[in-house]
């Protein structure tokens, strides 16, 4: 696993060994942020970061910062390391901290996001399914006119998230991208 594109192309990117975490493949971030296009001076968060594949790429690409949450404590330890590696230390927020209370608590305080990267364990999305409708409706109301949430999920599976409207959705062998904005 390694960075596609921009000012640290190449570089790679440590996991935590057998951890269960599923980086988003190397192909699949290239295709992402094409669709994407341009996340120049974006504020980017990462509620279920792993090992933050998806946040150092918009970094990499010209995000201006990252907020990177994860409970795992190797995932975390491999966050932090992989900051240092890519010299965004500067650029990025890591907290041990679960991803949908930092939402509530950044919605409660105003702060908004350009793009939000939300990939959350799939037996996550199976298990607790009604907690992802939630935090898609706390996402809907603070999200900037111009954002995006870009759900990864099992291309099995579906989940509807009626507060956020899906513009597209592209599928990459078992994995499926959704981009969702404000309805």
Known sequence: MRIVAGERKGTRLLAPPGRGTRPTPDRVREALFAIL?????????????????????????????????????????VLR?????????????IKRQDGRRRLAADSAAGVTYDLIFLDPPYRFLNERAHELQKLAERLAAKLKPEAWVIFRHDAADRLE???????????????????????
């Open 37 to 77: 296009a341009d996340v120049g001076d974006a504020r980017v968060l990462e509620p279920f970061a792993g090992t933050g594949a998806l946040g150092f790429e918009a970094l990499s690409r010209g995000a201006a910062e990252a907020v990177f949450c994860e409970l795992d404590a190797a995932a975390l330890g």
């Open 81 to 93: 390391e992989n900051a240092a590696r890519l010299r965004y230390a500067d650029r990025c927020t």
């Open 161 to 183: 998230l009626p507060a956020l409207r899906r513009a597209d959705e592209r599928t990459y062998g078992g994995m499926a991208l959704e981009f969702l904005t404000r309805p």
